[in-house]
């Protein structure tokens, strides 16, 4: 895919300033003119001032909003010129389970837990760099919702259609999303395969634990993360005829809560880490840190049978150009020369 022809197109923004300065300027220029006529005619000022040069004012206004504008030009990062690269791809793919069982209906993690689930594989997308992945939703029930794939517009778009009306069937069965997971990866040998499971825990099957280990044996290494309050929990909304509730049971309201025991047990059958979803530093949160700390540190990379069209970096002309404009503007004078003729007198 040909690149953009700037790196940076959002600082187009920038430009907003030059023309700001450019009002600014014809405001000035406008103030100087109405004062100047307020203090004599035309014909007086060209006596009273005669070196006086609107020229070279405007000419120096001017080089400098250029100038300005080519350096929003080079920091917008202009490239043209097209060569060609290897293209290396790395060898991982992942897979994300993601639960999408009512329980995910909770708001006790700052938003829903699904969409705090959702979110948080979003931000993942842009860190991944050519890998592929792919999406397992489940609920009493697991369905390959997206094979593994590196379009990451068409995952983000088959992400945003998943709820809790993609389950066929209610509860939570985490052994046969992981056994869906696994059966999902194509490639073997040195080629690294993940799984990561988010969820709230609860689990109405049996045997999540034995199939994250059966997975680890075939190198699949099993990450969980959960989403929810391990405290108190939360309520479970839901709707009856636009009205908003809370599922009951027995008479009363039903509260869900994140069951990290469980969450561990399976992670370290896996070969891999429990996290709770949270924000671990600064904008990170517990998905990108994985990725970060234990996914990508063990990925490889293979080249690929074709070469990708790249462009130049140009951003140094507009910036020397910018550098060339300042320099003239300081070398123009505001006044010009006045050449006084000696006066001679008449002859004896």
Sequence with gaps: MLELPFSHFNRMGWLLL???CAGVAVYGFARKASALRAFADAGLLASLVP???RARQYTKAILTLIAMACVVLAAMGPRW??????????QLDVVICLDVSRSMLAEDAGMSRLERAKDDIKRLLPRLSGASIGLVAFAGRAELVCPLTDDYEFYKLTLDDVGIHSARLGGTNLAEALRTAAKSFERTGPHQRVVVVMTDGEDHGAGAVEAAADAHKTGVDVYTIGIGD???GGLIPTENNGRRGYMMHDGQQLWSKLDEATLRQIASAGGGVYEPSRLVSGTERTLEWLYANRIAPAQTMEAQDKKAPRKWPRYHWPAGAALILLALECLIGERRKVVTRPQTGAPL
């Design 18 to 20: 030059v023309f700001a």
């Design 230 to 232: 391990s405290g108190r």
């Design 81 to 90: 010129g097209t060569y060609f690269e290897d293209v290396f791809r790395p």
């Design 51 to 53: 070196d006086l040069s």
